[in-house]
């Protein structure tokens, strides 16, 4: 009896590694809100811009990590030049070579980030945010998924929808901290989405998880300081009126 015992308990083991031990790929989809406001005689405009940009991007899971990045099917570059009286908007969207990386071993995020034709590398902790479980429940792609929800500092509300029955750990971006796969992201009440299309469980190559190694090694604070300082300086250069040229990146 107590050999059936062990035999049954070393059985159930086994199962539960495989279920929750799996690699495979998620195809996502990214929307991203297009908002920009112009005002006097280049209002009108606006009825000609393009409301959103969409990509596809890929996410390689393992027991051991996860890699979110460009699909193999590229986004096409978006570009287009509307002209005024004074001026004019060229507007070129494009999607960066940005990879988020997740060690689930060590806990570890490395993000590498396009931002004006220059490489940078992020790596930091991954931090458990203060995420709120709702209890709200809906199907994603035959998962069913629960809803959290996270507010931030300036009352932005990021709501996740995540499958804790799915065989891995992550998401996509740099949504990982949550106790199973996320499968959709609906930031700020839709200014982005990411949104599962489909699910194949067959075990990618080893050598998609290859750590992002391009770009200059900086922390989060640096990063998003550059980012400003570039935008307070285009918006300064475009004061004067003349052609504004717009880079919307995914």
Excluded at 8 to 37: D, H, N, P, Y
Excluded at 78 to 85: D, R
Excluded at 146 to 162: I, L, S
Excluded at 198 to 203: G, I
Aim: hydrophobic content about 35%; some cysteine.
């Amino acid at each position: 009896m107590k050999r059936s015992f062990a035999l049954l308990a070393t059985i159930m083991t086994t199962g539960l590694v495989a279920l929750f031990g799996q690699s495979g790929t998620i195809q996502f989809e990214e929307v991203r809100k297009i908002e920009i406001k112009l005002e006097g005689e280049m209002a009108h405009l606006m009825e000609n811009m393009p409301k959103e940009q969409r990509s596809g991007k890929s996410l390689y899971f393992s027991p051991q990590a996860t890699i979110y990045k460009e699909s193999e099917e590229k986004t096409e570059d978006q570009n287009m030049a509307m002209e005024g009286e004074n001026g004019g908007i060229r507007i070129m969207m494009s999607a960066p070579d940005n990879k988020t990386y997740i060690d689930l071993e060590k806990n570890r995020i490395i993000e590498q980030k396009e931002f004006m034709t220059r490489m940078f590398l992020i790596e930091d902790d991954i931090v458990q945010e203060g995420w709120k479980i709702t209890g709200n429940q809906k199907m994603i792609l035959d998962y069913s998924c629960m809803e959290a929800t996270q507010t931030d500092t300036a009352g932005a509300v990021t709501r996740v929808w995540f499958a804790p029955s799915f065989p891995a750990k992550g998401g996509p971006s740099n949504f990982c901290s949550l106790p199973g796969m996320v499968m959709e992201v609906d930031i700020n009440d839709g200014s982005q989405i990411f949104l599962a299309r489909s699910v194949d469980m067959t075990a990618p190559s080893k050598d998609i998880f290859k750590k992002p190694s391009d770009g200059k090694k900086v922390t989060r604070e640096e990063f998003d300081t550059i980012v400003e300082e570039k935008m307070k300086e285009m918006n300064a250069g475009n004061s004067a009126g003349g052609t504004f040229i717009i880079k919307i990146k995914n």
